[in-house]
């Protein structure tokens, strides 16, 4: 009988091995045997792009695969998949429209490039016939962007809403619940690794205005960009407003708020042009 371990392997390059980076190469390293049963094949670690060579990792990785050389990497043919977790627009856009080019499929979490220009990324997909996915952009554990695009394609979504940023969500409970301070809740953030490598897109609301536009994309088969959502953050928030909150029985969080407007109504989206529907 054929295993996973006579499959020609997988061979995937991650780009960036910081918070989330480290984590995917950890887990393809400890979890190489289940992850193989599960493909069918084994998924070998091809290389590691990072922006220092030096720096203090949470992973070993074997020697000779980090590099400094992203596109190098990307263009390299004896690799299957390209993971993107830099961030970030640029280079994060060029290296995923590379490794497309040069016929990778292309798992990304960068919820800000997807936010601002994700018809360019899903149209480079479609046009080499390879996988764009990104369910780690929004709410990371939680699947929520397949049921989206997937299990409700039938249905009409009129209304997604939830807590999507975890770094404020954190510094919201710890002010409320520990009365601490923002800026010592926002340290704490950082250092469990939540934040995003500058911490306002967090607190000023970039980051789920990023999600809200990616989710309102999907449910409501539309383009929506972070720049066209109403964006408030969470850095005017004072323990008075969470004691006014308390008195009232509720507490103050930051929230996505997608809703779909009948058509003709000022702010309501177009369809999604042919040939750029998020995939
Ligand atoms: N942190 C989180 O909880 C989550 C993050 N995300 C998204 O995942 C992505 C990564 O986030 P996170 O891991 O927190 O970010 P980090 O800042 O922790 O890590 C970024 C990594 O990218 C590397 N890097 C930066 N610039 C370059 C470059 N030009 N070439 C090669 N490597 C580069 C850095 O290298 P070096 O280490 O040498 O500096 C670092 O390893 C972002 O898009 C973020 O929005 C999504 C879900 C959750
Ligand atoms: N900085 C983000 C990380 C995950 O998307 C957050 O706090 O939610």
Redesign the pocket.
Known sequence: METAGDQRPLRVAV?????????VVRLLQDQSGDLAARIGAPLELAG??????D?A?EVEVPPGLLT?D?SGLVARDDVDLVV?????I???RS?ILSALEHGCSVV??????LAEDGPTLFEAAEKVGRDLYYE???A?AIPILRPLRESLAGDRVTRVIGIVN??TNFILDKMDTAGSGFAEALEEAQEL?????DPT?DVEGF?AA?KAAILASLAFHSRVTAADVHREGITDVTAADMASARAMGAVVKLLAIAELRPPNEPGARRPWPCGCTPR
């Open positions: 780009l960036g091995c910081g918070s989330v980076g480290s984590q590691v792009a990072v922006r220092r060579l720096a990792r400094t992203a993107e977790v830099i961030g970030g640029e280079p994060a290296l990304t979490a960068n919820k800000a490039l780690a952009a929004v990371g975890g770094t690794g939540y934040a995003e490598a897109a980051d990023a």
